[in-house]
């Protein structure tokens, strides 16, 4: 059985050049289409094989000889972003990786990397592939402590020049970053080497790495300055004004719209810091709900709902604003099934949201936003408790001092 699914193995075929050394713009030639149909043979058939040993229950040492060359086969194929994937081996692949547990992808994981950092990717880039799905899949503990070891080859992934190799690196990327705790990200200075090799990628004009750059660069900034100053400028600002430039006067219309996107994660980052780039906000909003594509009206969207939950104070004065955003934004109420899951989310959410446009929500009567339906009920006002007056906030400092001084 052993030398059966080896033998096998062997059968894979080998990248075509012409993907092998252009990832970015892979065209479907008939080259391509004969590699996908061979390895979908090739992975229907090593399916069974693996099933059948995993139920005979054998000897450990077999998958721990087995284990390396499996998961380097196959992982490579479950990636969207490769340029040679395909969902029927996606599946088959997926199928044989499921039955590996987590505890033999741990004990196979160092020397995997070995594996990989010897090895040419430039020639083939699917090991890198079959890296980043290591990544994503080895249980917190043995990632939190293998970290420095494989660091190296995440930060050489992440600054080829291959964009679907980059973009798939910034997934991982963005995996380590959730799955390692803050304290030792920033003790070990890691918070700092990942946002020196992220901060080029922001001047790119790729979309895909705009797009995909987003969610570990909104995920490491409150790893580097978990409360950053109003009054003082912070890597919250540099990046919200790098995406700023780049939505209102990038030339490329793609990187623009990206950009747009990619600002709603930036904004939910940096919180209430961000109403220092109140207007500029809002002016690429006004410039964006003005035009016609469907999936640019979801993320003006998607972007308001991110402003006006985490700049919520400065929304009040802005409230004309918004109206007028909201009602160019109108067009979106057909379109709004009609795009993904995560578009559809943000507009659901958003149109749910509460928000005071009164300068005193405690009041008994604040004013409404008079919208057109479905987005009526976006601009509400919310249930705020009234603000203390200066007797109680100083009876409430008197309480802490007492207790402080016992």
Request: charged fraction near 20%; aromatic fraction near 6%.
């Amino acid at each position: 059985m052993e030398k059966e699914i080896l033998s096998l193995i062997k059968e894979f075929p080998a990248l075509p050049e012409a993907v092998a050394v252009c990832l970015d713009d892979v065209k479907p030639t008939e080259e391509l289409v004969q590699f996908q149909t061979k390895t979908a043979t090739i992975l229907s058939r090593l399916l069974p094989l693996v099933q059948q040993l995993r139920a005979e229950n054998v000897d450990m040492s077999i998958w721990k000889r087995l284990g390396p060359t499996l998961v380097d086969a196959c992982a490579c194929y479950v990636n969207p972003l490769a340029p040679w994937f395909a969902e029927n081996c996606a599946e088959n692949a997926r199928a044989i990786l499921e039955l590996l547990t987590t505890h033999q992808v741990d004990q196979l994981f160092s020397q995997l990397v070995s594996r990989w950092q010897e090895s040419n990717h430039d020639a083939d880039p699917r090991c890198l592939f079959s890296f980043f799905w290591c990544v994503k899949s080895i249980s917190p503990n043995k990632l939190a402590d293998a970290l420095l070891f494989f660091n190296p080859l995440l930060l050489r992934a992440i600054d080829t020049y291959k964009v679907p190799v980059r973009a798939a690196g910034l997934g991982a990327l963005h995996h380590v970053i959730e799955t390692v705790t803050a304290t030792q990200l920033r003790t070990t200075g890691l918070a700092l080497v990942y946002y020196d090799a992220l901060l080029p990628i922001l001047h790119m004009r790729e979309p895909v790495l705009i797009r995909a750059i987003a969610a570990p660069m909104a995920a490491l900034l409150p790893v580097l300055e978990w409360a950053p100053a109003c009054g003082s400028t912070t890597r919250h600002d540099e990046v919200l004004r790098i995406a700023l430039r780049g939505a209102e006067l990038e030339g490329r219309i793609g990187a623009r719209r990206a950009h747009v996107h990619a600002l709603a994660c930036y904004v939910k980052a940096s919180g209430i810091v961000t109403v220092k780039h109140m207007r500029a906000i809002l002016r690429i909003l006004r410039e964006y709900a003005d035009g016609t594509d469907d999936e640019v009206h979801c993320g003006v969207v998607s972007l308001l709902h991110a402003l006006v939950c985490h700049a919520w104070p400065r929304i009040p004065p802005h409230r004309a604003e918004c109206e007028a955003i909201l009602n160019a934004c109108e067009v979106c109420r057909v379109t709004f099934t009609q795009h993904s899951h995560a578009h559809s989310t943000s507009v659901d959410s958003l149109l749910s949201f509460n928000i005071p446009l009164h300068p005193h929500p405690h009041r008994s009567q604040p004013r409404l936003l008079q919208l057109p339906s479905p987005l009526q009920c976006c601009l509400q006002t919310s249930t705020r408790p009234p603000r203390e007056s200066a007797a109680d906030r100083a009876f409430h400092w008197t309480l802490r001092l007492m207790v402080v001084s016992n």
